[in-house]
């Protein structure tokens, strides 16, 4: 892939990213343009999503989502207000004792390795089931609730070009129209939903990995980060870890666990991490904004019918029988130090399957 051409990454207040670090060459693919069904954009998609499933999104002047920035901006100030509540008001809405992974995850909550090691960011999930009216309301702090509107406009906006990638996909891999999309509904049940993310300075003295490797659970994820410290494992046996370097006005996204099981490993859902960020940026708090677009709950996580260019299942090989609900629980409160049962490699997620389907 061919690296960006003069990349913005200037965040008002925060250091520059370093240019000394290797950077991952990710393609810097127009929103605007594959709206309008831009052929060579198109093809870049395809390219992205099947080489390394990791892109840039230029958000600018793209009439689909035209306030998605706005909004970003929005939910960056609301991030940064509500890990400012006492820990005791947020540990409230921690609900995995009732397995579910909506609402609050302390710093340490969770292990990053095989060793055991805690990872060092705290997370709030929000339901889109919940902020749309498909679910029930689920408990929240009142900063939450305020912010409802806020909130449903960017899952709207978030969920059209979750939506418009999964249909550019469906016509490249030659599905019957709409399989994709009728998988991933807006308001229908599933674990789609927003995060908020703090991750604060490490000690100099004791940096390491925040976040362990891992791929993302579901279909694909659209991430907002002004700081450093997403890396990236790129295919191959020699690859080392290389920094995605955040661009002003443009989203990174990446294909998840769910489009490596629809197609056999054609389309790759790659391992990723968050380690302390780079350079001067390693004194800063690191705040990012994701929304994670996941299956309906009842949708089975195995190889679609009807394309000629999904790869057929090896010979002999079966297919794990599990819905995206329960493969998401699994995933999600599988490394949770506070759930009875951590299986550290039974929470793992597509990793084999490209490694085996890529090598």
Known sequence: MAPNTNPDTTFAGLPPFPEDVPTAPLLRLSLKKLAERDKGEIQRLNAACEDLGFFYLDLQEASLVPDILHDVDELFQLGSRLFELPLEEKQKYDLSSQNSYFGYKAQGAAVVDRQGNLDRNEFYNVSKDDIMGVSEPLPAPEIV???????????????????????????????????????????????????????????????????GEHTDFGSVTILFNRLGGLQVLPPGADA????????????????????????????????????????????????????????????????????????????????????????????????????????????????????????
């Open 240 to 359: 080392d870890w290389v920094y995605v370097r955040p661009l002003a006005g443009h989203a990174i996204v990446n294909l998840g666990d769910a489009m490596v099981k629809f197609t056999n490993g054609l389309l790759r859902s790659n391992i990723h991490r968050v380690v302390s960020p780079p350079g001067k940026q390693a004194s800063c708090t690191r705040y990012s904004l994701v929304y994670f677009a996941r299956p309906e709950d009842d949708v089975p996580l195995r190889r679609l019918e009807g394309s000629s260019r999904i790869p057929a299942l090896d010979e002999g090989f079966v297919e794990e029988d599990i819905n995206s609900k329960d493969w998401i629980i699994r995933r999600a409160l599988g490394r949770r130090v506070n759930v009875p049962g951590i299986d550290y490699e039974k929470s793992a997620g597509t990793e084999v399957l490209s490694r085996r389907l890529k090598a």
């Open 145 to 211: 609730n305020k912010n409802r509107k806020t909130l449903n406009t960017f899952m709207t906006s978030s969920h059209s070009i979750v939506t418009l990638i999964l249909d550019l996909l469906n016509e490249s891999l030659g599905l019957p129209g709409s399989t994709l999309t009728n998988l991933h509904r807006l308001r229908a049940v599933s674990g789609d939903q927003v995060r908020f993310v703090k991750a604060p300075p490490q000690p100099v003295d004791d940096r390491r990995t925040a976040l």
